[in-house]
T-cell receptor, first 113, second 113 residues
Framework: DAGITQSPRHKVTETGTPVTLRCHQT?????MYWYRQDPGHGLRLIHY???????DKGEVSDGYSVSRSKTEDFLLTLESATSSQTSVYFC????????????FGDGTRLSIL | TQLLEQSPQFLSIQEGENLTVYCNSS?????LQWYRQEPGEGPVLLVT?????EVKKLKRLTFQFGDARKDSSLHITAAQPGDTGLYLC?????????????FGQGTTLQVKP
């Protein structure tokens, strides 16, 4: 299994609070992704990174920011959480572009009350 | 509107039955991937198809990429309870200059013993 660790695995917080989710990889892969998964929507890309300090937006990036200061870590921040951001968040990595297989972490279940 | 439409969204069958899951789009894809996801875990890649008309087999699973590279199917022969899970198709649009992976909304399969 690809070495991907997401933390925390579960979090409950209140509307308006900041939240940071962490993705750590041990594979030295260049590409890292953050997705959210909601019923009926499959997986939707939030942000992705194609190298240290190189990031770009996905289709549902509003309300989220990311940072990648090291190859192995990709952080997702909700500056001021809203109830619509309640979801399961997945981190993925790939060796090259999205054409290549993506390996996923086990997800973070985030509930915003 | 989903760029990749999967059907059916839910499927409940008895052990031993055959089934087909479809993944359709009006767009052309340069490659298409199929993933399987179990509860509490991230998706795991099953196969990648690249060439129009390509057929790949993985034990009892047969994957096909449409000739025009706009659709794909997953056929399972003699389904077993261990096949239960969420099946996701995902692809990269041929016209995309970002190479982002787009997911279908998923097909939930339940195989009853």
């Amino acid at each position: 299994d690809a070495g991907i660790t997401q933390s925390p695995r579960h979090k409950v917080t209140e509307t308006g609070t900041p939240v940071t989710l962490r993705c750590h990889q041990t594979e030295n892969h260049r590409y890292m992704y953050w997705y959210r998964q909601d019923p009926g929507h499959g997986l939707r890309l939030i942000h992705y990174s194609y190298g240290v300090k190189d990031t770009d937006k996905g289709e549902v990036s509003d309300g989220y920011s990311v940072s990648r200061s090291k190859t192995e870590d990709f952080l997702l921040t909700l500056e001021s959480a809203t109830s619509s951001q309640t979801s399961v968040y997945f981190c993925a990595i790939s060796e090259k572009t999205a054409h290549w297989p993506q390996h996923f972490g086990d997800g973070t279940r985030l509930s915003i009350l | 509107t989903q760029l990749l439409e999967q059907s059916p969204q839910f499927l409940s069958i008895q052990e031993g039955e055959n089934l087909t899951v479809y993944c359709n789009s009006s767009s052309v894809f340069s490659s298409l991937q199929w993933y399987r996801q179990e509860p509490g875990e991230g998706p795991v890649l099953l196969v990648t198809v690249v060439t129009g008309g390509e057929v790949k087999k993985l034990k009892r699973l047969t994957f096909q990429f449409g000739d025009a590279r706009k659709d794909s199917s997953l056929h399972i022969t003699a389904a077993q309870p261990g096949d239960t899970g969420l099946y996701l198709c995902a692809g990269v649009e041929a016209v995309s200059n970002t190479g982002k992976l787009i997911f279908g909304q998923g097909t939930t399969l339940q195989v009853k013993p």
